[in-house]
């Protein structure tokens, strides 16, 4: 049997500063906030509710556009990939540093009025849900593969006539 591993994570919470976007060497677009995710619970001692903040530091590569709308507050839903890294302080001790590789980012809400503005005049392209996604490359490894054309020709399917005749 192979093993497999899990790499996933899933956040919704409120950013606690605005995004910040550099670029490296190569041109590529690094974008950097932090979000707050907030639990609740209640204690079985005293029997009232507690509230726990964690904060999460979140890396978005090659999505500079998505920068313009990620202001302090903004509620978001984000999808990615956690990675530690390390380096050596000052004194020589090794630090570790834990970030979430964000893929997917859409924008919830918190702002109100000024979310509604930014998103209407010039907002980058969405699909239905209201994601700002990654575009997906049309030819190369990542290509999406439509199996399904070849046997069009032999012996129509339900789907393969619903996609042809949606074009």
Not at 69 to 83: D, F, H, S, W
Not at 106 to 116: E, N, S, T, Y
Not at 120 to 148: F, N, T
């Given at each position: 049997?192979?093993?497999?591993s899990?790499?996933?994570?899933?956040?919704?919470?409120?950013?606690?500063?605005?995004?910040?976007?550099?670029?490296?060497?190569g041109?590529?677009?690094?974008?950097?906030?932090?979000?707050?995710?907030?639990?609740?619970?209640?204690d079985?001692?005293?029997?009232?509710?507690?509230?726990?903040?964690?904060?999460?530091?979140?890396?978005?590569?090659?999505?500079?556009?998505?920068?313009?709308?990620?202001?302090?507050?903004?509620?978001?839903?984000?999808?990615?990939?956690?990675?530690?890294?390390?380096?050596?302080d000052?004194?020589?001790?090794?630090?570790?540093?834990?970030?979430?590789?964000?893929?997917?980012?859409?924008?919830?809400?918190?702002?109100?009025?000024?979310?509604?503005?930014?998103?209407?005049?010039?907002?980058?392209?969405?699909?239905?849900?209201?994601?700002?996604?990654?575009?997906?490359?049309?030819?190369?490894?990542?290509?999406?593969?439509r199996?399904?054309?070849?046997?069009?020709?032999?012996?129509?399917?339900?789907?393969?006539?619903?996609?042809?005749?949606?074009?």
């Amino acid at each position: 049997m192979a093993s497999r591993s899990v790499n996933k994570v899933i956040l919704i919470g409120h950013l606690g500063r605005d995004a910040e976007t550099r670029f490296t060497t190569g041109g590529a677009a690094k974008t950097t906030f932090s979000i707050a995710t907030n639990r609740r619970w209640k204690d079985q001692q005293t029997g009232e509710f507690k509230e726990e903040t964690d904060w999460h530091n979140i890396v978005l590569w090659r999505m500079e556009n998505v920068a313009n709308y990620l202001t302090k507050g903004v509620q978001v839903y984000i999808e990615g990939r956690l990675q530690t890294r390390n380096y050596e302080d000052k004194d020589g001790k090794k630090v570790y540093f834990t970030e979430v590789i964000g893929d997917t980012v859409i924008l919830l809400g918190g702002r109100g009025a000024d979310v509604a503005a930014a998103t209407e005049e010039g907002a980058p392209a969405r699909s239905a849900a209201g994601s700002l996604r990654r575009p997906r490359p049309r030819s190369g490894a990542g290509a999406r593969r439509r199996p399904w054309r070849h046997r069009q020709r032999r012996r129509p399917s339900v789907l393969a006539w619903r996609e042809y005749s949606s074009r």
